[in-house]
């Protein structure tokens, strides 16, 4: 007979808990344990990422459109993919710039704009990945807030934490920290 597993194991108290790191999630999924699940690697634990809708989708393929032409040569834009944040983090942003290079050996662990966009993930991209990117340092952090159809532009670490976050809303433009050419209109990326 099987020992039965609770499902929910939140009886186990915190100090127990051994977190994940992100060399060992890595082999996992190079081994197919996860197989079509959408998780990412956060502070240690495996979290589900939410299904992605059609807002989502045109947000994000009009912000891809625009990143990859404004930064061509400049920068690389990655797309849902991977960033080593951290020994126990390994997120999946909607879209990272990050320095030039291949990454066929290694996923960046660096990143000069990382944004996310989000509707029913919302209070993890202002919270946890927002606390997330700042400790690993990415100087410019951006939410596509489709819920409140605003960009909330987040800057200006201090000890770990985004000090500066302003909104922009539809008719407004934002400029890149890294790359001051380039603005992007509101108007253009949200649904």
Same mark, same amino acid.
């Given at each position: 007979m099987a020992a039965s597993v609770p499902a929910d194991r939140s009886d186990v108290p915190f100090e127990q808990r051994r977190p994940l790191k992100?060399?060992?999630?890595?082999?996992?999924?190079?081994?197919g344990v996860f197989g079509d699940e959408r998780l990412e690697l956060l502070y240690g634990s495996i979290a589900r990422m939410s299904p992605i809708g059609a807002p989502h989708s045109s947000a994000l393929q009009r912000l891809t459109e625009l990143f990859v032409l404004a930064l061509h040569g400049r920068a690389v834009v990655r797309i849902q993919s991977p960033?080593?944040?951290?020994?126990?983090?390994? !997120?999946?942003?909607?879209?990272?710039?990050? !320095?030039?290079?291949?990454?066929?050996?290694?996923?960046?662990?660096?990143?000069?704009?990382?944004?996310?966009?989000?509707?029913?993930?919302?209070?993890?991209?202002?919270?946890?990945?927002?606390?997330?990117?700042?400790?690993?340092?990415?100087?410019?952090?951006?939410?596509?807030?489709?819920?409140?159809?605003?960009?909330?532009?987040?800057?200006?670490?201090?000890r770990g934490v985004y000090t500066r976050v302003v909104p922009f809303k539809r008719g407004e433009r934002v400029r890149l920290q890294q790359?001051?050419?380039?603005?992007?209109?509101?108007?253009e990326v949200l649904p």
């Amino acid at each position: 007979m099987a020992a039965s597993v609770p499902a929910d194991r939140s009886d186990v108290p915190f100090e127990q808990r051994r977190p994940l790191k992100r060399s060992e999630y890595d082999k996992l999924t190079e081994l197919g344990v996860f197989g079509d699940e959408r998780l990412e690697l956060l502070y240690g634990s495996i979290a589900r990422m939410s299904p992605i809708g059609a807002p989502h989708s045109s947000a994000l393929q009009r912000l891809t459109e625009l990143f990859v032409l404004a930064l061509h040569g400049r920068a690389v834009v990655r797309i849902q993919s991977p960033l080593a944040a951290s020994d126990d983090s390994e !997120p999946e942003p909607d879209v990272a710039i990050v !320095p030039p290079g291949r990454y066929s050996d290694a996923h960046p662990s660096q990143a000069w704009l990382l944004i996310e966009v989000a509707e029913s993930s919302l209070s993890t991209d202002r919270g946890m990945k927002a606390r997330l990117y700042a400790e690993c340092g990415v100087p410019e952090y951006w939410v596509v807030n489709l819920v409140d159809g605003q960009i909330e532009v987040h800057t200006s670490i201090v000890r770990g934490v985004y000090t500066r976050v302003v909104p922009f809303k539809r008719g407004e433009r934002v400029r890149l920290q890294q790359f001051a050419d380039v603005e992007i209109d509101v108007t253009e990326v949200l649904p």
